[in-house]
């Protein structure tokens, strides 16, 4: 692993490590991450213990049959049997470990593989002091064939636990290297050398392994906090979606709905009055009510519509009908804020492939919002004007001499949940906006000249393609 690997590794444990909050932050790395590194590391050990203990029986045997019928033949039995015993030990407790409980800390088992490889390390440290000065030159090869065999296995089934890849690997090494230097033989003293740099190797290995599995076992932690910290996310995202979902629908309906209710107090006021002035008042009254009603269950079928396909529900509609139909929906606030209206609909084509609802839904916040804006200014007059870009887009300019926005807020005027009003929830140009880019258009705000603010949206003109 290269410097800048373990460099980015650090950084992103140390993301890990101030996750949370400030209480249990170093928690999930600290608890979490070190228990799964030991319970790695002891898992590649204990997968290797039934070869490890029969690899020492069956290399313990094969010394007691070379030295069958010498003198050294009683000392290999008690010698092998010392390797039986711990090799039998240390696989009794593996087996009672895979089948019971595990009540143990991982200090205390880390510390008790350690014994159990130093034990078994002993064993063998103690073959070639017993064993090799007495011995023939056969007995001495398979002394030599059975030390670097076990130097090497122990070095390589222990690696991912460096101090019981020590225990065993220190005694057996500083045994055959006595050994050799009792020799007084030129050769040995060589040959001692050679063990010295293969020990080195080996250990420096143990420790290269060791780290590899650490910092292997630290990604995967980090990526899978990475991985949960996304899910968590996601579902953050699809509530607060959901949520959106219900504040923007519930903004979409209160504009029709407390119009038709509007309607309805007018009628029963109406009906409160002299008798001849309630069949036609009354009657046109409940008509704009109904009007208002249709509309919001418009906006619903449209929603259901669009969750179930994804897209608006286009039709051919000419957009001056929708802006008289928006002026007139909107008519009533007008009059109650003194707001002066005019519609300067200059474009001569007006024949668009929209959904009519949807369209009339982005006219309607407009003005709706240049009717607040004016509440505070000394002018309540707000212009709605047409013209053509090109012979392909009509261009919709709602102009109000409001208060207007400054640069800072114009920035965001267009997102979520960004709204200057005390009680407004943000929504309406956000929704607006999308609704214009559904249909291939573009929306954008600029500050009025004369004072207030200028919303601008472009749509695509029908073509005869559309037509046909």
């Not at 290797?48 to 019928?69: E, H, I, K, S, Y």
């Not at 007084?184 to 020990?199: E, F, K, M, N, Q």
């Not at 009354?282 to 009007?291: G, I, M």
Request: aromatic share 6%.
């Amino acid at each position: 692993m290269s410097f800048a690997q373990a460099s980015a590794l650090k950084r992103k444990q140390g993301m890990f490590r101030s996750s949370g909050n400030g209480k249990s932050g170093s928690e999930p790395l600290d608890l979490i991450s070190a228990a799964r590194l030991r319970a790695e590391q002891f898992s590649v050990v204990l997968r290797q213990t039934r070869a490890m203990m029969l690899a020492n029986v069956c290399n313990a045997l094969v010394l007691v049959v070379d030295f069958w019928g010498t003198n050294q033949f009683s000392s290999a039995l008690y010698w092998a049997a010392a390797v039986f015993s711990v090799s039998g030990y240390i696989y009794y407790r593996h087996r009672r470990r895979r089948r019971g409980p595990r009540s143990t800390s991982q200090s205390h088992a880390a510390r008790r593989a350690t014994l159990n490889a130093l034990a078994l390390g002993l064993c063998w440290a103690a073959l070639p002091l017993l064993f090799f000065q007495e011995a023939s030159p056969g007995s001495r090869l398979l002394i030599a064939c059975l030390s670097a065999g076990m130097l090497y296995g122990g070095a390589l089934a222990l690696a991912s636990i460096p101090s019981a890849a020590v225990a065993f690997v220190a005694p057996v090494a500083f045994a055959c290297f006595v050994t050799l230097i009792r020799g007084h033989d030129s050769h040995y003293l060589l040959i001692a050398a050679v063990l010295g740099v293969y020990t080195w190797v080996l250990l420096r290995h143990v420790f290269i392994s060791a780290e590899q599995l650490r910092t292997r076992v630290m990604t995967q932690i980090v990526t899978e906090h990475t991985a949960s910290m996304r899910m968590r996310k996601l579902q953050a995202s699809g509530l607060h979606a959901m949520g959106g979902m219900v504040t923007g629908l519930a903004h979409e309906l209160n504009q029709p709905l407390t119009a038709s209710a509007c309607y309805l107090l007018t009628a029963q006021r109406l009906l409160e009055m002299a008798p001849e002035l309630r069949p036609a008042s009354v009657s046109e009254t409940l008509d704009s009510a109904a009007v208002q009603i249709m509309r919001a269950a418009g906006i619903v079928r449209q929603l259901r519509e669009f969750i179930m396909r994804g897209e608006p529900e286009k039709a051919f509609a000419n957009l001056h009908d929708l802006i008289r139909e928006a002026s007139e929906v909107t008519s009533a606030n007008m009059s109650e804020a003194n707001v002066k209206l005019s519609l300067q609909l200059g474009a001569n084509v007006d024949r668009i492939l929209v959904d009519s609802v949807q369209i009339k839904q982005v006219l309607v916040n407009l003005i709706s919002n240049a009717i607040e804006a004016m509440n505070a200014s000394v002018q309540h007059e707000l212009t709605i004007s047409t013209s053509l870009m090109h012979d392909r887009a009509i261009r919709i300019d709602v102009v109000d001499t409001g208060v207007g926005f400054s640069e800072g807020v114009k920035e965001n005027l267009f997102e979520p949940f960004a709204t200057s009003k005390a009680d407004g929830m943000g929504l309406g140009l956000s929704i607006s906006r999308s609704i214009v880019e559904a249909h291939d258009g573009k929306m954008w705000a600029e500050s009025n000249p004369g004072g207030g603010a200028v919303f601008s949206f472009v749509l695509p003109l029908a073509n005869a393609e559309h037509e046909a």
